[in-house]
T-cell receptor
Framework: GENVEQHPSTLSVQEGDSAVIKCTYS??????FPWYKQELGKRPQLIID?????GEKKDQRIAVTLNKTAKHFSLHITETQPEDSAVYFCAAPDGTASKLTFGTGTRLQVTL | DGGITQSPKYLFRKEGQNVTLSCEQNLNHDAMYWYRQDPGQGLRLIYY???????QKGDIAEGYSVSREKKESFPLTVTSAQKNPTAFYLCASSILAGAENEQFFGPGTRLTVL
């Protein structure tokens, strides 16, 4: 099955700085990579995803990059704000693309 | 966030008892999922269902059972065979089956086994 590793487990940045979270996956057939954000006490929500036919996707202050050769993808948040504080999960599909395997999560803390 | 609900929000049970967690969606989604969330372990898939009357085991199905008799409902039973049942349980649904469809999560049920 798919194995997804996520780093770091915790990340603290000052407001306005950038944050980067990295994930690696094991199944070379995977071609869809979503990122979910879970604020404290709330349910996870999809914030951005990328498919293997592109190397980068941006949505305002967040972006995701994908390196299929190295089998890793990253979430980039620029100009961080306090409301970015949350746990972020990456995920990748299994070989049959029927289910997702999630990373262990990164707790991002944006300090003033 | 509306459309997928879980009940109850908190659940306490004695060791050895089976307990059933409810998950309902009115989004007309085909697929539904159950995850377990433990600190430092992310979201781990217990069971998923791609269509009514069909479901598959996820990565940690032992000690759990599900049913999918109606499109909008996917209850999860935590049996006494589950060795460490205390956890936060999240239900999710997606409009179509397949990992490439956005999953919408419910608010979760926190189960504590005493």
């Amino acid at each position: 099955g798919e194995n997804v590793e996520q780093h770091p487990s915790t990340l603290s940045v000052q407001e306005g700085d950038s944050a980067v979270i990295k994930c690696t996956y094991s199944d070379s057939a995977s071609n869809y990579f979503p990122w979910y954000k879970q604020e404290l006490g709330k349910r996870p929500q999809l914030i951005i995803d990328i498919r293997s036919n592109v190397g980068e996707k941006k949505d305002q202050r967040i972006a995701v990059t994908l390196n299929k050769t190295a089998k890793h993808f990253s979430l980039h948040i620029t100009e961080t704000q306090p409301e970015d504080s949350a746990v972020y999960f990456c995920a990748a599909p299994d070989g049959t693309a029927s289910k997702l395997t999630f990373g262990t999560g990164t707790r991002l803390q944006v300090t003033l | 966030d509306g459309g997928i609900t879980q009940s109850p929000k908190y659940l306490f049970r004695k060791e050895g008892q089976n307990v059933t967690l409810s998950c309902e969606q009115n989004l007309n989604h085909d697929a539904m999922y159950w995850y377990r969330q433990d600190p430092g372990q992310g979201l781990r898939l217990i069971y998923y269902s791609q269509i009514v009357n069909d479901f598959q085991k996820g990565d940690i199905a032992e000690g759990y059972s599900v049913s999918r008799e109606k499109k909008e409902s996917f209850p999860l039973t935590v049996t006494s065979a589950q060795k460490n049942p205390t956890a936060f349980y999240l239900c999710a649904s997606s409009i179509l089956a397949g990992a490439e469809n956005e999953q919408f999560f419910g608010p979760g049920t926190r189960l504590t086994v005493l």
